[in-house]
């Protein structure tokens, strides 16, 4: 038998999630038949536990516990532990650095890390967060998100510089985008980090979405040399990853 009130925390979730942009106290309640007294409560207690974020326009979006509960959710159902012994055969095959990452609301969030032992330093770390504009991992959800939920990042993003090889340009990104998804592998031509090049590709869940992304980086020079057998070994170990955890 299901609680009322832990229902509709659920069902409030749900609907923020689906949100990005964000939902005033009457647009959950009208969307979820809650009488607003009860909803504003609700969302009140909610907001006050971390669990929902507030703007300036009072629209609730989802909060940093959330995000702290998802990583920890992500990794009991294994994404990054089923796709670790691929990655670290993919790191051996391209004797580069090998990642993966998820998406958290609109940022990428690291959750695995191969190091080969010639790498190169890097900030990106397991647990850090990073912009989707500007990385290969990125890029890659970009590519192949939903075009609703993909419009719905850039139309908050704010495409800064972070070097100056960073695209700033939304129609330019948008057109670099569709090119990657035809490819089949995303692109980061030393637009994070300076000396960095990066291939990124998408995991896919059962229910065909991108669930995860995987990336090979270092030295450009390095990179580009091998360019062609590191996106092979890319997209095998992409296609593997996702077979692993229900994608047909």
Same mark, same amino acid.
């Given at each position: 038998?299901?609680?009322? $009130?832990?229902?509709?925390? !659920?069902?409030?979730?749900?609907?923020?999630a689906?949100?990005?942009?964000?939902?005033?106290?009457?647009?959950?309640?009208?969307? !979820?038949?809650f009488?607003?007294?009860?909803?504003s409560?609700?969302?009140?207690?909610?907001?006050?536990?971390?669990? #929902?974020?507030?703007?300036?326009?009072?629209?609730?979006?989802?909060?940093?516990?959330?995000?702290?509960?998802?990583?920890?959710?992500?990794?009991?159902?294994?994404?990054?532990?089923?796709?670790?012994?691929?990655?670290?055969? #993919?790191?051996?095959?391209?004797?580069?650095?090998?990642?993966?990452?998820?998406?958290?609301?609109?940022?990428?969030?690291?959750?695995?890390?191969?190091?080969?032992?010639?790498?190169?330093?890097?900030?990106?770390?397991?647990?850090?967060?990073?912009?989707?504009?500007c990385?290969?991992?990125?890029?890659?959800?970009?590519?192949?998100?939903?075009?609703?939920?993909?419009?719905?990042?850039?139309?908050?993003?704010?495409?800064?510089p972070?070097?100056?090889?960073?695209?700033?340009?939304?129609?330019?990104?948008?057109?670099? #985008?569709?090119?990657?998804?035809?490819?089949?592998?995303?692109?980061?031509?030393?637009?994070?980090?300076?000396?960095?090049?990066? !291939?990124?590709?998408? /995991?896919?869940?059962?229910?065909?979405?991108?669930?995860?992304? /995987?990336?090979?980086?270092?030295?450009?020079?390095?990179?580009? $040399?091998?360019?062609?057998?590191?996106?092979?070994?890319?997209?095998?170990? $992409?296609?593997?990853? $996702?077979?692993?955890?229900?994608?047909?």
């Open positions: 038998m299901s609680v009322k $009130s832990a229902e509709r925390v !659920l069902r409030v979730f749900e609907l923020v689906h949100h990005p942009e964000g939902l005033t106290i009457k647009e959950i309640s009208e969307n !979820l038949s009488p607003q007294s009860s909803t409560n609700l969302v009140g207690t909610l907001f006050e536990e971390g669990y #929902l974020n507030q703007d300036s326009l009072k629209r609730y979006k989802l909060g940093p516990k959330l995000v702290q509960l998802g990583t920890l959710a992500m990794e009991s159902l294994d994404i990054s532990s089923q796709g670790t012994p691929h990655l670290k055969k #993919l790191m051996e095959d391209v004797q580069e650095t090998v990642f993966m990452a998820v998406l958290s609301e609109r940022e990428l969030v690291y959750v695995a890390k191969i190091d080969n032992n010639r790498s190169i330093r890097t900030t990106a770390q397991p647990g850090y967060r990073k912009p989707l504009y990385t290969g991992l990125g890029k890659a959800f970009l590519a192949f998100l939903p075009q609703n939920e993909k419009n719905a990042i850039l139309d908050y993003a704010e495409l800064s972070i070097t100056k090889n960073t695209i700033t340009d939304r129609q330019e990104l948008e057109k670099e #985008l569709k090119r990657f998804a035809g490819m089949g592998y995303s692109i980061d031509d030393e637009e994070n980090e300076e000396g960095l090049y990066c !291939l990124a590709a998408p /995991i896919f869940g059962a229910d065909h979405t991108i669930q995860a992304a /995987i990336s090979v980086a270092g030295p450009k020079e390095r990179m580009i $040399s091998r360019k062609e057998f590191i996106a092979d070994k890319l997209l095998q170990t $992409s296609k593997e990853i $996702s077979k692993s955890i229900g994608h047909s």
